[in-house]
């Protein structure tokens, strides 16, 4: 049999991927052999990232409005692939306007899935002009996926936007085994940090909350704070740091690369994810650390970040914006050594149990069969 042939809409593949581009990544990997992915993106002028294992296309952006690219170039160039390959399915990405502008590009016969990864949180206004396009593309599409059932129950567009009937949890899965696997630099960074060591990743940015985590430092004395990637509040975050006399205790370490980052969880104590919204939707660095068997220390945003990292299970959730929570449970953790090995070594089980790139593989595939299924859309 044939591989299935998908355009998918990753939103970025450049050097400061998100969360988004990480599953995407992985979707490609899970699938190899079974699906003829190519990737049409958005460029925004960074360095290319990692290779991908599969075709990666770029539509050059000529601004940004809300945070989203223009790039008036890219429905041609869905024209120009559909001609090359032949899709069946179309696969995209929300919330992604650009992406759903450039799939009416698309013949109906090619049939739409949809993953959606978070709600728009902070352009509202602009929201209340897209929604009536969002509910056009949703119900032309065969399936819309989430990442966990909290998804559902959490965000109000995607509740009051997708029909019951076309809602399917597919699990967010990765390739867990470089987390898994002692890595040789581990005792190399565990040496260079120290004994007492939190970790947390991502782009410096609003959501994020790490302004909270950097002044509950002040609150954990002996504990060193490795603070991974950058962003526009990358300076703001080490005055703050300055400002909170912790400066000697947060290193910024910058961007990761991809072989060392499985070294930087693994020599870490805790992970930290101190998220302040709901744009913060799942959080695959959680499963990463879980996978390398760490408790997580996550904020209470009631949707799947916490279903990732059930409370007491796992780690441990506390309210966001609380610079003093977060130290609370950070010093419970890091000063009870029997505690941190229960809750990692059930991390690591859930890691492996509910985050698999086979899961990802056999939810997506069932979905792909069922757009094929599905009659063509004529709305």
């Known amino acids: 049999m044939s591989p299935l042939r998908v355009l998918l809409f990753g939103r970025y593949a450049d050097a400061e991927f998100g969360g988004i581009e990480r599953h995407v990544r992985s979707l490609v990997q899970a699938l190899r052999g079974q699906v003829d992915y190519v990737n049409l993106v958005e460029g925004r002028g960074f360095d290319d990232g990692p290779p991908w294992e599969c075709p990666v296309v770029r539509a050059r952006s000529i601004a940004v409005l809300a945070s989203q ?19 069946q399915i179309a ?40 929604r009536p396009f969002l509910a056009n593309l949703i119900g032309r599409a065969a399936a819309v996926m989430a990442h966990t059932p909290a998804h559902f129950e959490s965000m109000p567009q995607l509740a009051a936007l997708v029909p019951a ?34 970790f947390a990743l991502g782009r410096h940015v609003y959501y994020k909350g790490f302004e909270y985590l950097v002044r509950a430092m002040a609150e954990v004395p002996g504990a060193v704070l490795v603070l991974g990637s950058s962003g526009p509040l990358t300076e703001a975050l080490r005055r703050i740091a300055a400002e909170a006399g912790v400066a000697e205790r947060v ?5 990761i690369a991809e072989a060392d980052l499985p070294a930087y969880y693994q020599a870490c104590d805790v ?8 744009s913060e ?14 408790p997580v220390v996550c904020t209470k945003l009631g949707n799947g970040v916490n279903w990732v990292n059930p409370d007491r299970v796992t780690g441990f959730a506390v309210p966001p914006r609380d610079a003093r929570a ?13 505690l941190r090995m229960k809750l990692g070594e059930a991390a690591a089980r859930r890691a492996a149990s509910e985050f698999s790139l086979a899961a990802l593989r056999t939810g997506t595939l069932r979905v792909y069969e069922r757009a094929l299924a599905a009659p063509v859309s004529r709305s």
């Not at 992970?271 to 709901?278: A, G, K, N, R, T």
Request: net charge positive.
């Open 251 to 255: 290193r910024f370490v910058g961007r």
């Open 69 to 87: 690219p223009i790039c008036p170039g890219m429905p041609f160039i869905v024209r120009r692939l559909q001609r090359e390959h032949r899709f």
């Open 165 to 198: 009937e076309k809602r399917v949890v597919v699990p967010c899965g990765l390739d867990l085994s470089a987390f898994q696997a002692p890595h040789p630099k581990t005792l190399d960074f565990r040496r260079q940090f120290g004994k007492s060591v939190v």
């Open 281 to 294: 939707a799942f959080g695959i660095v959680q499963v990463e650390a879980m996978a390398a068997g760490k």
């Open 91 to 130: 696969h995209l990405h929300l919330p992604d306007p650009m992406s759903h502008l450039a799939a009416l590009a698309l013949p109906r016969e090619v049939k739409i899935v949809l993953t959606w990864h978070s709600d728009i949180v902070r352009q509202k206004r602009i929201f209340s002009l897209y």
């Open 271 to 278: 992970f930290c994810l101190p998220s302040v919204e709901p």
């Open 326 to 338: 977060l130290a609370d449970a950070l010093n419970r953790l890091l000063g009870d050594g029997p």
